[in-house]
């Protein structure tokens, strides 16, 4: 009995210390997670103040970061887990089968990563750049590895996946110096159209920023079931583009007023036969 008990208490200490050690061990990977997960995010911070990247274009340099960051801290889990006793080469199958189960099931995300591969390769829009995917539009903040980030007119943030806007038709607003502004206007069908044209070419001229190469353009474009509708086409620079939009707008209704050119509205005119008796 004597022996048999001494057999359990040395079993006792084995365990005791195995859990101990472990315990100590799983402290020490914890520890080393949350220190390695703030050293990388330095790293990265630190790389992205450099020279080197300062020198690449805020694309491609929002994109590196991102994919160094993500490389990083999953190197830090590695690390811990062998740091805990986790023998990664022996489970190398297992991970290989959760791999490929994780990628069925990540579907999306992997499409999102090609997506902004194919999007920094090509270039359709870069950092800075309006863009319209005609769902959503707005100023580009940042083209992650995942996800493009918009600034929108009205300073919210939208988040686009890159996979979206690699598959979808984009506008970009950015790309030329230049944006013609294409505007219709309607006039009753008594108006004179010469006069009508005289007073919508002084108002767009009027107008020091509308350019004068390519020159302005005014014109009858089609006759409506009860108005004439002309059409104003104007160069401008990009930048200027609404400013020059909503001073059109509102100054040629005054020149209109003034000019006692009729704006018209929709009627509708009943007439009544008087039955014969």
């Not at 600034?151 to 943030?157: G, H, Q, Y």
């Not at 707008?249 to 006692?260: C, H, I, S």
Request: net charge neutral.
């Amino acid at each position: 009995m004597e022996f048999l008990q001494g057999i359990l208490d040395t079993v006792k200490v084995f365990i005791t210390g195995s859990v101990i050690n472990f315990i100590f061990m799983a402290i020490c990977a914890i520890a080393f997670v949350a220190i390695g997960f703030k050293l990388s995010s330095w790293i990265v911070g630190r790389l992205r103040k450099g020279k080197g990247f300062h020198k690449l274009d805020n694309s491609v340099a929002g994109f590196l970061a991102s994919f160094i960051s993500i490389a990083l801290k999953a190197l830090v889990v590695i690390i811990a887990a062998t740091i805990v006793g986790i023998d990664v080469t022996a489970f190398s199958a297992v991970l290989a089968s959760v791999g490929v189960t994780v990628g069925l099931a990540l579907q999306g995300s992997l499409s999102n990563l090609t997506g902004g591969l194919m999007i920094l390769i090509f270039r359709p829009f870069k950092v800075g750049d309006y863009i319209d995917n005609h769902t959503d539009s707005g100023t580009v903040r940042e083209i992650g590895i995942f996800y493009t980030t918009l600034n929108t007119a009205d300073n919210k943030t939208i988040t686009v996946p890159n996979g979206l806007l690699s598959n979808a038709t984009v506008v970009n607003y950015s790309t030329q110096t230049t944006r013609r502004v294409d505007m219709e206007f309607s006039v009753a069908y008594t108006s004179d159209i010469d006069k009508v044209n005289k007073v919508m070419r002084t108002v767009v001229e009027s107008n020091d920023k509308v350019l004068k190469d390519p020159a302005p353009f005014v014109a009858l474009l089609r006759q409506d079931a009860s108005a004439l509708v002309f059409v104003v086409r104007a160069w401008v620079q990009s930048s200027d583009y609404w400013n020059v939009y909503f001073y059109l707008g509102e100054n040629m209704k005054k020149a209109f007023d003034a000019m006692g050119i009729e704006i018209p509205f929709n009627q509708l005119d009943v007439h009544f036969d008087k039955e014969e008796k």
